[in-house]
C-alpha cells in the first residue's frame, strides 16, 4: 500500500499533529525511538493495576492502545514511519488525520493525573461543553459527563474516534458558551 502524500497546500516544513498506528506493544519504544531522532511525539498513559501470579502492581500503560501522537513536518512524518513497530498513519478519505493542537493540550493535562484518566468507549458528542477553570487540570476544555455519581470532563478525539475522561470536582468546572 502506498503511503499518503503530505497535503502540498501545508507546505513541507509546517508541523502538524498526526495520529501513528503501531503493533501491539510498541507504543513506549518507538515513543523513546522518536526522542532518539529529536522528532516530537506524545504518548498519553493511564495507571493500571496488574495482576500477575505473586504480586499485584500498578503500571503505566498507553491510554490508546496502538496509537501515538507525532508532532511532525514530511521529513519527520516519513522518519517515524521508517522506526520498527510503526504501521501507518491514521487517515480518512486518503487524508492524514490532524489532531488540534487544543486536544493534544488537554490531553498533556488529562496526562497529570494518569490514575484519573480512562478511555470511555460511548460516543460523548452531547453534553455541556466546559472548561476546567481551577485545580490541577486548569486549561482543559471537554464535554461534562456525569458516570455512577462522579463528574468527568470527556475530551474527543476524533482522528481515532475514542473518547478520554478524567474526573473533576464541579466545583472546578465553568459552562464554556463558545464552541470548543
Not at 525511538?33 to 501470579?53: A, G, I, K
Request: proline fraction near 3%; hydrophobic fraction near 40%.
Amino acid at each position: 500500500m502506498a503511503e499518503l502524500s503530505w497535503n502540498e497546500t501545508r507546505g513541507a516544513e509546517q508541523k502538524r499533529w498526526l495520529v501513528l498506528y503501531t503493533r501491539p506493544r510498541y507504543e513506549k519504544k518507538i515513543h523513546r525511538r522518536l526522542q532518539d531522532l529529536s522528532v516530537t511525539s506524545f504518548l498519553p498513559l493511564r495507571e493500571e493495576l496488574r495482576q500477575w501470579s505473586d504480586r499485584r502492581k500498578r503500571v503505566l500503560v498507553p491510554l490508546f492502545s496502538g496509537y501515538l501522537f507525532v508532532f511532525a513536518n514530511e521529513r519527520e512524518r516519513i522518519a517515524a514511519l521508517e522506526v520498527e513497530g510503526a504501521m501507518r498513519y491514521v487517515s480518512f478519505g486518503g487524508k492524514l488525520a490532524e489532531v488540534s493542537e487544543e486536544t493534544i493540550e488537554s490531553l498533556k493535562i488529562a496526562a497529570t493525573r494518569p490514575a484519573d484518566i480512562r478511555v470511555e468507549e460511548t460516543d460523548l458528542r452531547l453534553g455541556q461543553k466546559v472548561t476546567v477553570r481551577h485545580g490541577p487540570l486548569a486549561g482543559m476544555r471537554g464535554y461534562l459527563v456525569e458516570f455512577r455519581g462522579s463528574t468527568r470532563v470527556a475530551i474527543r478525539i476524533e482522528a481515532i474516534e475514542k473518547t478520554v475522561s478524567v474526573e473533576v470536582p464541579l466545583a472546578d468546572l465553568e459552562h464554556v458558551k463558545t464552541a470548543l
